[in-house]
Nanobody, 124 residues
Framework: QVQLVESGGGLVQAGGSLRLSCSGSGRTFSKSAMGWFRQAPGKEREFVATISWSGRSTDYADFVKGQFTISRDNAKNTMYLQMNSLKPEDTAVYYC?????????????????WGQGTQVTVSS
């Protein structure tokens, strides 16, 4: 499995930007698809974005298309989520995850390694 640590969360005003990072360790990081999920208070964890092992394929939840950008740097064992035009409804704990597959993966069940999460709070 891959060990994952998120960073970059914080408090930002509506309309602002944040970049989340996810650092991975383990030999399989560069061979695994990666993803971002989020969980708001009282809600289930939901898919946000995913990227294939090579970075050539990405997919996004409809509610973040055009707003968030996922990327990765396998040489640094790091994945990123650039979040722009943030809204109060984007407030959640954001989790990075490593998939059991190498292609972009949108389902929770396709992931087997999770970070501890990083809080993103967007004030109005």
């Amino acid at each position: 499995q891959v060990q994952l640590v998120e960073s970059g969360g914080g408090l930002v005003q509506a309309g602002g930007s944040l970049r989340l990072s996810c650092s991975g360790s383990g030999r399989t990081f560069s061979k695994s698809a990666m993803g971002w999920f989020r969980q708001a208070p009282g809600k289930e964890r939901e898919f946000v974005a995913t990227i294939s092992w090579s970075g050539r394929s990405t997919d996004y939840a409809d509610f973040v298309k055009g707003q968030f950008t996922i990327s990765r740097d396998n040489a640094k064992n790091t994945m990123y989520l650039q979040m722009n035009s943030l809204k109060p409804e984007d407030t959640a704990v954001y989790y990075c995850a490593a998939a059991k597959v190498s292609y972009a993966a949108t389902r929770y069940s396709q992931y087997n390694s999770w970070g501890q999460g990083t809080q993103v709070t967007v004030s109005s």
